[in-house]
């Protein structure tokens, strides 16, 4: 006997699946207590079908989802085709059927989490998504199992393997945008829509995921503020080498004493953060907690193998608890009442780079406008932007979300000066 898989999709993680099977199949069967046997592979069409076959691939491929839902051998589903729907309709009608779920799909996990896991457990069934974030760290079981007798305060993570992997190229090699994301796309790193990766969507799904696990709150998406890394240009590159920093995006899930915020962003790293040698593909999560104080997973956050290791960890968990009758646990246990953080209660160092006429009091002028939020300076540089022209970077001491959206109101109105660019910088 062996426990049948019912694979959906079958494109970059989850041509993955078999490579480890193969390569780790005793340690797995062991793990398992079972064998697992890939049993049906929904694919799209007969034309990908003949595809596969003659690529080598030697499954029973079909093109009708109720060929698997309605096979009674089949016990797991794994749901790997991405995107809202079908696969929500899909993982809906599996778990209705009575069948365990593996997915590493973040933007339904993110947007609809909330009822697929409600039917999970009505059902007793196992609905695991270890891979949804930060592709191969073992994140999700770490915060659920690992710190569960920790109070997680802060988390801040690279939660985005495209994006990381285009900056690394484009600073540190001199790649275009373009070039740096056609060969993202081509390693299999990029989401179906890259845009989800490089706007900031993606890392913010995982947001959503993590302030599940981290704080035991559901955070909505629309409640998790995202920018991405398209609006970061070379001036901000250059100055932030100039002042020290690294910039990549980091997701930023934090508990205040009003409650949970979430947001991704360009975020100025000082070169000593853990966090700024993280480059490429490699993804990291620092956590900040009241036991163990600081800590940082690291790994690959994207790519076929990292990730299909993650999905297959699920499978052979459910296997085991299946061999072992322990099967329908929730993945993750912990939950409160959500509470949003009051925006003056959200605080950071930012940093503003901003175009003035280059004249005599132009520096004062900035420096009334800020005092008069009580927004203090740290830094202040001033360079050359053109014949007339002056470009003032700014690094504000800590201030808060309140003081920003009206900071950038006020520079936003000035007929005669440009706030080109606002981003967080961590600081103490
Ligand atoms: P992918 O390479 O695009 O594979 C998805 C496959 O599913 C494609 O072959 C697609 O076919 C197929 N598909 C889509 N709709 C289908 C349907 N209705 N019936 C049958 N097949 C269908 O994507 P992936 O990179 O493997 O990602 C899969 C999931 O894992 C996504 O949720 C993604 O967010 C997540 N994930 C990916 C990574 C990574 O590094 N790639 C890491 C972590 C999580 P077409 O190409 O013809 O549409
Ligand atoms: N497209 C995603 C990334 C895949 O680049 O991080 C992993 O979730």
Excluded: C
């Amino acid at each position: 006997m062996s426990i049948k898989i019912g694979l959906l999709g079958f494109g970059t993680v989850a041509s993955g699946i078999p490579f480890l099977l193969q390569e780790n199949g005793q340690k797995i069967e062991e793990a398992a207590k079972d064998k697992l046997e890939i049993a049906k592979v929904l694919v799209k069409d007969d034309a990908e079908k003949e595809r596969l076959v003659a690529a080598g691939h030697a499954y029973n491929f079909v093109t009708d989802v109720d060929a698997i839902l309605s096979d009674d051998d089949i016990q797991i589903v794994v749901e790997l085709m991405g995107r809202i729907e079908p696969a929500k309709t899909f993982i809906t009608k599996a778990l209705e059927a009575g069948k365990h779920v593996v997915s590493a799909n973040k933007d339904l996990i993110a947007t609809h989490g909330k009822e697929l896991i409600a039917l999970a457990q009505e059902k007793g069934l196992a609905f695991y998504y270890e891979a949804a974030v930060a592709g191969g760290i073992p994140i999700l079981r770490t915060l659920a199992n690992s710190l569960t007798s920790d109070k997680v305060t802060r988390i801040l993570g690279v939660l985005n393997g495209t994006s990381n992997f285009m900056m690394t190229k484009m600073v540190d090699e001199g790649w275009t945008y373009d070039a740096a994301l056609a060969e993202a796309q081509r390693l299999g790193y990029a989401e179906s829509d890259p845009t989800n990766d490089v706007e900031g969507i993606d890392a913010a799904y995982k947001a959503v995921i993590l302030s599940q696990f981290g704080f035991g709150m559901t955070i909505d998406f629309e409640q998790v503020d995202h920018q991405g890394i398209s609006t970061i240009t070379p001036d901000d590159v250059a100055v932030a080498q100039e002042l020290g920093y690294v910039i990549k995006l980091v997701g930023d899930i934090r508990e205040t004493a009003t409650g949970i915020s979430a947001e991704v962003s360009p975020t100025f790293l000082p070169k000593d953060h853990p966090l700024a040698s993280v480059n490429d593909v490699m993804n990291a999560v620092f956590v900040e907690s009241i036991g163990i104080g600081e800590s940082m997973y690291y790994g690959p956050g994207a790519g076929q193998k990292p990730t299909a290791t993650s999905v297959t960890a699920d499978i052979v968990r459910i296997a085991r608890r299946l061999s072992d009758n322990t099967v329908g646990k929730p993945f993750n246990e912990f939950s409160r009442e959500t509470r949003l953080a009051d925006a003056s209660d959200v605080k950071s160092h930012y940093y503003f780079a901003i175009t003035t006429p280059d004249e005599k009091g132009q520096l004062l002028r900035l420096a009334e406008l800020f005092n008069a939020e009580d927004i203090s300076f740290e830094q202040v540089l001033q360079q050359k932007a053109s014949d007339n022209q002056a470009r003032v970077v700014i690094i504000t001491h800590s201030m808060s979300k309140t003081q920003l959206a009206h900071i950038t109101d006020k520079l936003s109105a000035i007929s005669d000066m440009t706030l080109l660019n606002t981003f967080k910088v961590l600081g103490e």
